[in-house]
């Protein structure tokens, strides 16, 4: 025969809180483990971020006359790179990661050896400032700039020369990009509201194609499939469908200040390439980083940080995601690899020629009559689960030996307000609540007031403590009438029924104030 201990079951309160913030999906997880280090006193606003395309993707940041190229496992400054005669605008590595260009405000673009920080080739032609240079992905031989003058000019590097100016914009050029298919098309941004695709190879400079985003357009970017692009301008991000003919696809506005710059990301599992979702990452100056979701057409994730967003950057190999705000303070996430830490484990277990033969467990030792209890089970394992022996608060004990009143008294004593509505509820059940009411003495009963006037006006009790404080006044009247002290509980009691009554004719003027707005902004 079983024990009366086996089939008794803690009471637990059945009126559990909803939580007002949803779970945590797997890919908020994912953005999540991004571990946030800052790097502070960059004098000025970080105006651009790269990264290398080349292992192990070091970063660079441009801030007032300065370009610092920054080491991705360590965060520290692997180069400072100064020769600039005004404030340092944009940068990009060529696609080996052995040169880097970066321009500034004074119309000059440089070229730099990563390692020796030597300039290379100065290309001057801008006569305003440079807002932005790019180097193709597959192309170690141009590049694209544009800027104030509202020109965009395709570059040969080697012989510091403009091999094209593309003209077509009305207003300064801010931003530009490379597709990732073809070395030969780029698109650009402007003040003038218009984003523009161009080919080097059409005669004439002329625009391929042109989008109006609405506002002045202060980042753009080609999405991995070279078909569609996202630019950002005012509050919003924008998805176009270029081979559709420059169709817009969503508009998304989830930010309440300016988007100040866009970026691409990817989401999945390490060393699995097809896998991976890529996502449009943008950073405002509502301080909020968001991260967008252009299959599903949704905002999958959000971040706040405390100052205004310029810039933004994420690392080929997923691995570490720049952000930089006006102050002068980088926020670089970087995230664990479990893989590569083990394989880097077993790596430095070999290199040191350790081999370690596990001993065979033989009855003369002790651990072979306790081996396998740490063992896991298996994906493909049987499980026999052995019986928990479960712990009763003191509460559950009486109730268990029906003791009722005891109980009541018991967990009034406790001062949880969740166990004590699962023993009211536990009483209901058992039709013996309004007897324990009944046969508490004076001070019990004052304990049990208090405790109704404290939660009987919380929404989560109020359904079950209420009846109950109705059916205690009517029963315990003449008690409560002789005693001074169960009178002043009551005076609470009613205090507090007052005051809720007053909150919630409140809280209804203020709904029949803002349902008339609703309505006419639903009809807007």
């Given at each position: 025969?079983?024990?009366?201990?086996?089939?008794?079951k803690?009471?637990?309160?059945?009126?559990?809180?909803?939580?007002?913030?949803?779970k945590?999906t797997?890919e908020?997880?994912?953005?999540?483990?991004?571990?946030?280090?800052?790097?502070?006193?960059?004098?000025?606003?970080?105006?651009?971020?790269?990264?290398?395309?080349?292992?192990?993707?070091?970063?660079?940041a441009?801030?007032?006359?300065?370009?610092?190229?920054?080491?991705p496992?360590?965060?520290?400054?692997?180069?400072?790179?100064?020769?600039?005669s005004?404030?340092?605008s944009?940068?990009?590595?060529?696609?080996?990661?052995?040169?880097?260009?970066?321009?500034?405000?004074?119309?000059?673009i440089?070229?730099?050896?990563?390692?020796?920080?030597?300039?290379?080739?100065k290309?001057?032609?801008?006569?305003r400032?440079?807002?932005?240079?790019?180097?193709?992905?597959?192309?170690?031989?141009?590049?694209?700039?544009?800027?104030?003058?509202?020109?965009?000019?395709y570059?040969?590097?080697?012989?510091?020369?403009?091999?094209?100016?593309?003209?077509?914009h009305?207003?300064?050029?801010?931003?530009?990009?490379?597709?990732?298919?073809?070395?030969?098309?780029?698109?650009?941004?402007?003040?003038?509201?218009?984003?523009?695709?161009?080919?080097v190879?059409?005669?004439?400079?002329?625009?391929?194609?042109?989008v109006?985003?609405?506002k002045?357009?202060?980042?753009?970017?080609?999405?991995?499939?070279?078909?569609?692009?996202?630019?950002?301008?005012?509050?919003s991000?924008?998805?176009?469908?270029?081979?559709?003919?420059?169709?817009m696809?969503?508009?998304?506005?989830s930010?309440?200040?300016?988007?100040?710059?866009?970026c691409?990301?990817r989401v999945?599992?390490?060393?699995?390439?097809?896998?991976r979702?890529?996502?449009?990452?943008?950073?405002?100056?509502?301080?909020?980083?968001?991260?967008?979701?252009?299959?599903?057409?949704?905002?999958?994730h959000?971040?706040?940080?405390?100052?205004?967003?310029?810039?933004?950057?994420?690392?080929?190999?997923?691995?570490?995601?720049?952000?930089?705000?006006?102050?002068g303070?980088?926020?670089v996430?970087?995230?664990?690899?479990?893989?590569?830490?083990?394989?880097?484990?077993?790596?430095?277990?070999?290199?040191?020629?350790?081999?370690?033969?596990?001993r065979?467990?033989?009855?003369?030792?002790?651990?072979?009559?306790?081996?396998?209890?740490?063992?896991?089970?298996?994906?493909?394992?049987?499980?026999?689960?052995?019986?928990?022996?479960?712990?009763?608060?003191?509460?559950?004990?009486?109730l268990?030996?029906?003791?009722?009143?005891?109980?009541?008294?018991?967990?009034l004593?406790?001062?949880n307000?969740?166990?004590?509505v699962?023993?009211?509820?536990?009483?209901?059940?058992?039709?013996?609540?309004?007897?324990?009411?009944?046969?508490?003495?004076?001070?019990?009963?004052g304990?049990?007031?208090?405790?109704?006037?404290?939660?009987s006006?919380?929404?989560?009790?109020?359904?079950?403590?209420?009846?109950?404080?109705?059916?205690?006044?009517?029963?315990?009247?003449?008690?409560?009438?002789?005693?001074?002290?169960?009178?002043?509980q009551?005076r609470?009691l009613?205090?507090?029924?007052?005051?809720?009554?007053?909150?919630?004719?409140?809280?209804?003027?203020?709904?029949?104030?803002?349902?008339?707005?609703?309505r006419?902004?639903?009809?807007?």
């Open positions: 025969m079983a024990e009366p201990n086996s089939t008794f803690p009471v637990k309160p059945k009126l559990k809180p909803k939580p007002r913030t949803p945590q797997p908020s997880k994912y953005w999540s483990s991004f571990k946030t280090h800052q790097i502070p006193d960059l004098i000025s606003s970080i105006t651009s971020l790269t990264f290398s395309p080349s292992p192990p993707h070091p970063f660079a441009t801030h007032s006359t300065s370009l610092k190229i920054f080491n496992q360590t965060l520290s400054t692997s180069s400072t790179i100064s020769s600039f005004d404030v340092v944009s940068a990009s590595f060529r696609c080996d990661g052995l040169l880097i260009a970066a321009s500034d405000l004074s119309g000059l440089q070229v730099f050896d990563v390692k020796t920080r030597t300039p290379l080739r290309l001057r032609s801008h006569t400032p440079v807002r932005f240079l790019k180097y193709p992905l597959h192309d170690k031989l141009h590049l694209v700039s544009g800027g104030d003058d509202a020109v965009v000019k570059w040969d590097v080697a012989s510091e020369t403009p091999l094209l100016e593309l003209l077509g009305k207003d300064y050029v801010r931003c530009g990009d490379f597709s990732p298919v073809s070395h030969e098309m780029c698109v650009t941004g402007s003040y003038d509201h218009t984003v523009k695709l161009w080919d190879r059409v005669t004439g400079s002329k625009t391929v194609m042109e109006n985003h609405g002045p357009v202060e980042s753009v970017v080609f999405l991995p499939s070279g078909g569609l692009v996202a630019t950002a301008g005012g509050n991000v924008r998805i176009w469908d270029f081979i559709g003919g420059g169709k696809v969503y508009s998304m506005e930010h309440t200040k300016t988007v100040t710059s866009v691409v990301g999945g599992k390490e060393n699995v390439e097809e896998g979702e890529h996502r449009v990452l943008s950073v405002g100056l509502d301080g909020y980083m968001k991260v967008f979701d252009y299959g599903r057409m949704k905002v999958t959000s971040m706040r940080f405390p100052a205004p967003l310029m810039s933004i950057g994420f690392s080929p190999d997923c691995g570490v995601r720049v952000i930089g705000n006006s102050n303070v980088m926020y996430g970087k995230r664990k690899m479990k893989e590569e830490n083990v394989e880097s484990g077993l790596r430095s277990f070999w290199s040191l020629g350790v081999e370690q033969e596990r065979v467990m033989r009855p003369s030792y002790f651990r072979y009559f306790h081996r396998g209890q740490g063992e896991k089970p298996k994906e493909g394992d049987y499980l026999v689960m052995g019986p928990k022996k479960v712990k009763l608060a003191e509460h559950d004990k009486l268990k030996k029906f003791r009722h009143k005891e109980a009541l008294v018991s967990v004593g406790n001062k307000p969740e166990n004590v699962a023993v009211m509820e536990e009483l209901v059940a058992r039709r013996k609540l309004l007897k324990c009411v009944e046969n508490l003495g004076n001070e019990e009963l304990s049990l007031l208090m405790f109704l006037q404290k939660y006006t919380v929404p989560r009790f109020s359904g079950l403590l209420m009846g109950l404080t109705k059916k205690v006044l009517e029963m315990r009247v003449e008690d409560i009438r002789a005693s001074e002290a169960l009178k002043g009551i609470n009613k205090r507090s029924v007052e005051e809720e009554i007053r909150i919630q004719h409140s809280l209804q003027e203020l709904q029949g104030i803002i349902s008339p707005l609703l006419i902004a639903g009809r807007g």
